[in-house]
């Protein structure tokens, strides 16, 4: 079950990629849609097979800085209308640094249930936690959102 | 032995077409496998491995839950109101353990 993936990331790649992250984050506040992290897009490839486009439809809200990794909250909401012809088949979340990456997968049904979910998950060490929507028509889209913890959740 | 109580919060009327908030919860320790006891022997994995929701017997609902979801996983999510009927909530547990709680919708 347990799978390992080779991440490439490094203390210093995280490190700069957290700099990046939080000198980033004006700017990112004025473009709507910051280019997907190489990483991040490479593992989704991996798990999938598919390549990731970054998509501002997604928005997964986590605190920036909690205290706790065994109860972090999440909220993640797509903007779908639902419909036979235009909806969300599901969203992964995943945890790149965590000893097991997946961390869960939501299934939506059109004109069913909205696509919007809050939840809490275990976090082991500050990273970028990934949000991956698959569309009707086969679409990837990525959002990733940073999450500083001060203890391992995973223990 | 410890027994997982779950629980629901669903309103009991909807306006047809309204979209209303289900939070429910599960108590339970999500065990992750990763841990080892006090003798170096590793805790076998036992976790809620997924939660599906059903309206007249019609999945629209449902999440695949791996070892990072929190212990006592608390899932918050929005249906439609469509039509008047019973909703099925289903916990299913690593080792085939399943608890189900039912809520009556009415839908006017």
């Keep these: 079950?347990?799978?390992?993936?080779?991440?490439?990331?490094?203390?210093?790649?995280v490190l700069t990629a957290a700099v990046a992250g939080t000198t980033g984050f004006a700017s990112a506040a004025l473009a709507p849609s910051p280019p997907p992290n190489g990483d991040a897009a490479d593992l989704v490839k991996q798990l999938t097979g598919k390549a990731p486009t970054a998509s501002d439809r997604l928005?997964?809200?986590?605190?920036?800085?909690?205290?706790?990794?065994?109860?972090?909250?999440?909220?993640?909401?797509?903007d779908s209308p639902m419909t036979e012809s235009d909806h969300v088949r599901h969203v992964s979340v995943l945890a790149p640094r965590n000893p097991l990456v997946e961390v869960a997968t939501f299934h939506f049904v059109p004109q069913r249930s909205e696509p919007r979910v809050s939840t809490r998950i275990r976090l082991a060490e500050p990273q970028y936690v990934l949000a991956v929507a698959e569309m009707n028509d086969g679409t990837l889209l990525m959002t990733e959102s940073w999450v500083e913890v001060a203890t391992n959740g995973c223990k | 032995m410890f027994t997982p109580a779950p629980r629901v919060q669903v309103p009991s009327t909807a306006a047809n077409g309204e979209v209303f908030p289900v939070k429910t919860l599960i108590s339970h320790p999500m065990e992750t496998g990763l841990r080892h006891d006090d003798r170096g022997n590793a805790i076998p994995r036992k976790i809620i491995n997924k939660f599906i929701c059903r309206h007249n017997g019609v999945v629209v609902f449902s999440v695949d839950l791996h070892e990072a979801?929190?212990?006592?996983?608390?899932?918050?999510?929005?249906?439609?109101?469509?039509?008047?009927?019973?909703?099925?909530?289903?916990?299913?547990?690593?080792?085939?353990?399943?608890h189900v709680l039912e809520h009556q919708l009415t839908v006017a």
């Design chain 1, 1 to 13: 079950m347990e799978k390992t993936i080779p991440l490439g990331f490094t203390r210093r790649t």
């Design chain 1, 59 to 78: 928005h997964l809200v986590m605190p920036q800085v909690f205290p706790n990794g065994y109860t972090v909250p999440l909220t993640l909401v797509i």
């Design chain 2, 69 to 98: 979801m929190a212990a006592n996983p608390f899932i918050e999510f929005y249906l439609r109101a469509t039509e008047s009927g019973r909703l099925e909530f289903v916990w299913e547990e690593d080792g085939g353990g399943v």
